[in-house]
Structure formats: structure tokens, C-alpha cells
């Protein structure tokens, strides 16, 4: 791993705006596109090109990324350029702090001193502090966001992923080091994501016509007292400072899948709160992809850590699942009849009381499991 030397990039004592701002008022900072002249040039200046070798080819990571990564295939190795921008990557208009990508460098510097938690993730190869700009290992071609069009996810491949979360939260659990790498303003920007983006409603007509009987379902469950409760209560206990290190946005594009089994990528999420969300996230894309008996492994594998509320958990997959059903972010791949029986399931997960719901979980678990 190789750092580069820290210039202050603020002489106008404000970050670029946008794309045009960037380019017209901070020249000195380099950019990342997938242009071929520009990455050579920036990967010859920083001297990380081996003598006589040159780029293939570049591609542009998934459209859903926080930040902007490149792949760069070389006629010697494949890496990844991943930079920070003042936003988000995926919605400009959101805007987020540059320093989240040196809090990710710091935790992948932590990994590589812990033999699993380095064998989930990727190498750090340099950082460059000027251009808030890692050059990480390639863990994988492939993510799992396929799942929901049935993609094989078998059940090994969830058990890796569930060792990991297990070994992550309790690794890191109430330990005083964790705080520095607390971030508000990412935690913020998954909580309006998740709670409060969701709940509007929608104001063009078209929009409302082409869903009709989904945004009828939606007006019910926001008119429901018992359905805003919980919701509300849930987006309360998300903003807790929480006792351990969690990725915070445990999604599938961030699964990949590598040559051996599985490994986790974009962690410029990662902050210090409750276990719960991590696998609330987990629970929730399993429903959606319809692994229902993935789902109750999952319950019965996951290591609970100390006063982890499982309840908490349900009320996190329930918002997620209304999320990716009716929000701005809904998976476009659901069927209308599948976002209303997902959309029940989400009723249920988020104002079932706690009696009742871990009764019906018993039951099903009895009933589904036969591994």
C-alpha cells in the first residue's frame, strides 16, 4: 500500500458544487472519468504503472455506486480507481463528505492486519489523500444483484456472508476506536433514503396512473397509525451512535462474487451503529428475491451480538422492503402482484408485536427449514 503525500486541495475554502465547478475552479485535482489518455497520465504522475505496461481497457462500475469507481485492465493486472466526490455518485443532488473514502483506506488498513476480515475484502493498493482516490484489488467481475431474477444464491454463499457480519459486529463491538470512524453525514443519507424519500407522495398524475393499485396500497399503510409508528420508531433507533462497526448499506451489488466464494465491497458507508441494520438489509433483499428459506437460515445462523433487538431488525427489513417497492429506488424487476404480497410481508415485519411475531417466525422456521 502507498500513500501519496497530503496537499490541501481547498485554496477556494469550499469543495466543488458539480462536475462543471470541478473542472473550471479546481484544476489541480484530478477527476476520474473513464477516459483512457486521462487514467494513464494520472496512474504514469503517480508512478503506480510497472515500466512498459499500459491500459486495455476501462470500464464504469454499476450506476448505483455512492462513488465513482472505474475498472482498469492493464496488460499486467486488473484494479479499481475509486474516488469520493462532495456527492453522491448515483444522486448528485445529495451531497456527502469527500473524507468518507480515507475513513474506508483507514478500516481497509485495519483488515489487512485480521487474517478474516482480509479475506473478505480488497487490497489497498495506494491513496491518494490529494484527490480523495483509492486503487484497490478487483475481488470480482460480478456482484448478486442478479438474485432477483433468480441468479443461483445458494445457500453456502449466505452462510459466508452471515460469518462475516457475525465476525464483524462482534470483532468490533464496543470498542473506544470505533468512534472515528462515526460519519452523520452518511448515516443521514441513508436514513432519508430509507424513511423519509418513501413516504412522499407521488405528485404527477402519470406517475400515480401508471401504479394505481400500488399507490393505493401506499396510501392505506401511510394512513395506517400502527404502520407510521413503527416506521417512525424504527428511523429513531437508526440514528443511534451504535455499539460496533456495521457496513450500513449491506445491499447485494455490494456482495461480489470472487473465485473462491464471496467478498464485500463500498464500505464509504460504514459508521458506528446497530447491528440490527446490517442484517435487517440482508433479511429484506432476501424476501425480495423470493429466497424465503434463506431468510429463516439467516435467523437461526446469524450470532446474535449482546442486547441486539431482533425485533429492530424486522421493522428495518419491513421500511427497506416498502422502499424498494414504492420508493424512488423501487427494483423494477417486481411484477405489481409481487410489491403487494411484498408489500404485506413489509406490514407485517414492521407492526407485528413482538410476541406474536417471534411466534409466527417459530412456527415458520419449523415449517420451512430442512437443512
Given at each position: 500500500?502507498?500513500?501519496s503525500?497530503?496537499?490541501?486541495?481547498l485554496?477556494?475554502?469550499?469543495?466543488?458544487?458539480?462536475?462543471?465547478?470541478w473542472?473550471k475552479?479546481?484544476?489541480?485535482?484530478?477527476?476520474l472519468?473513464?477516459?483512457?489518455p486521462?487514467?494513464e497520465?494520472y496512474l504514469?504522475?503517480?508512478?503506480?504503472l510497472?515500466?512498459?505496461?499500459?491500459?486495455?481497457?476501462?470500464?464504469?462500475?454499476s450506476?448505483?455506486?455512492?462513488?465513482?469507481i472505474?475498472?482498469?485492465?492493464t496488460?499486467h493486472?486488473?484494479?479499481l480507481?475509486?474516488q469520493?466526490?462532495?456527492w453522491?455518485?448515483c444522486?448528485?443532488?445529495s451531497r456527502?463528505?469527500?473524507?468518507r473514502i480515507?475513513?474506508?483506506a483507514e478500516?481497509?488498513?485495519l483488515c489487512?492486519?485480521?487474517?478474516?476480515?482480509?479475506s473478505y475484502?480488497?487490497s489497498?493498493?495506494?491513496?491518494d489523500?490529494?484527490?480523495?482516490?483509492?486503487?484497490?484489488?478487483?475481488?470480482?467481475?460480478?456482484?448478486y444483484?442478479?438474485?432477483y431474477?433468480?441468479?443461483?444464491?445458494?445457500i453456502d454463499e449466505l452462510?459466508s456472508?452471515?460469518?462475516?457480519?457475525?465476525?464483524?459486529h462482534s470483532?468490533?463491538?464496543q470498542k473506544?476506536?470505533i468512534?472515528?470512524?462515526?460519519?452523520q453525514?452518511?448515516?443521514?443519507?441513508?436514513?432519508r433514503n430509507l424513511?423519509?424519500?418513501?413516504?412522499k407522495?407521488?405528485?404527477?398524475?402519470s406517475?400515480y396512473?401508471?401504479?394505481?393499485s400500488?399507490?393505493?396500497l401506499?396510501?392505506?399503510?401511510?394512513?395506517?397509525?400502527?404502520?407510521y409508528?413503527?416506521?417512525?420508531q424504527?428511523a429513531?433507533?437508526?440514528?443511534?451512535?451504535?455499539?460496533?462497526l456495521?457496513?450500513?448499506n449491506f445491499l447485494?451489488?455490494?456482495?461480489i462474487?470472487?473465485g473462491?466464494?464471496?467478498?464485500i465491497?463500498?464500505?464509504?458507508?460504514?459508521?458506528?451503529?446497530r447491528?440490527?441494520?446490517?442484517l435487517g438489509l440482508l433479511?429484506s433483499?432476501?424476501?425480495?428475491?423470493g429466497?424465503?428459506?434463506?431468510?429463516?437460515?439467516?435467523l437461526?445462523?446469524?450470532r446474535l451480538?449482546?442486547?441486539?433487538?431482533?425485533t429492530?431488525?424486522f421493522?428495518?427489513a419491513?421500511?427497506?422492503?416498502?422502499?424498494?417497492?414504492?420508493g424512488?429506488?423501487?427494483?423494477?424487476?417486481?411484477?405489481?402482484?409481487?410489491?403487494?404480497?411484498?408489500l404485506?410481508t413489509?406490514?407485517?415485519?414492521?407492526?407485528?408485536?413482538?410476541?406474536?411475531?417471534?411466534?409466527?417466525?417459530?412456527?415458520?422456521?419449523?415449517?420451512?427449514?430442512?437443512f
Open positions: 500500500m502507498i500513500f503525500p497530503f496537499v490541501s486541495n485554496k477556494n475554502k469550499r469543495l466543488p458544487k458539480d462536475y462543471e465547478d473542472e475552479n479546481f484544476p489541480e485535482l484530478f477527476f472519468e473513464a477516459k483512457q486521462k487514467v497520465i504514469q504522475s503517480i508512478q503506480f510497472y515500466p512498459q505496461e499500459s491500459i486495455v481497457s476501462l470500464t464504469t462500475e450506476a448505483r455506486r455512492i462513488d465513482k472505474v475498472r482498469v485492465e496488460s493486472r486488473t484494479f480507481l475509486k469520493s466526490r462532495p453522491i455518485d444522486c448528485p443532488s456527502a463528505p469527500m473524507g480515507l475513513k474506508e478500516f481497509y488498513s489487512s492486519k485480521d487474517s478474516i476480515l482480509r475484502v480488497p489497498l493498493l495506494y491513496v489523500k490529494t484527490n480523495y482516490l483509492l486503487i484497490l484489488s478487483e475481488l470480482g467481475k460480478k456482484d444483484s442478479a438474485i431474477e433468480k441468479e443461483p444464491f445458494s452462510t456472508l452471515l460469518d462475516f457480519l457475525s465476525y464483524l470483532t468490533f463491538y473506544k476506536m468512534v472515528k470512524f462515526e460519519n453525514a452518511m448515516r443521514k443519507y441513508h436514513w424513511f423519509v424519500s418513501p413516504m407522495q407521488k405528485k404527477s398524475l406517475d396512473k401508471k401504479n394505481e400500488i399507490n393505493r401506499k396510501r392505506k399503510f401511510l394512513a395506517d397509525w400502527k404502520f409508528s413503527a416506521m417512525k424504527a429513531y433507533h437508526y440514528l443511534d451512535q451504535g455499539p460496533t456495521i457496513h450500513g447485494p451489488f455490494s456482495w462474487r470472487t473462491t466464494g464471496v467478498g465491497s463500498d464500505f464509504e458507508s460504514m459508521i458506528c451503529g447491528p440490527e441494520i446490517d433479511l433483499h432476501l424476501l425480495l428475491a429466497l424465503v428459506e434463506h431468510f429463516f437460515y439467516a437461526s445462523y446469524y451480538p449482546e442486547s441486539f433487538e431482533l429492530l431488525a421493522k428495518i419491513g421500511a427497506e422492503i416498502f422502499r424498494r417497492c414504492i424512488p429506488d423501487a427494483l423494477g424487476c417486481l411484477t405489481p402482484q409481487t410489491k403487494e404480497n411484498l404485506s413489509s406490514y407485517m415485519l414492521l407492526t407485528e408485536e413482538k410476541e406474536v411475531l417471534f411466534q409466527s417466525i417459530r412456527k415458520m422456521l419449523n415449517r420451512q427449514l430442512t
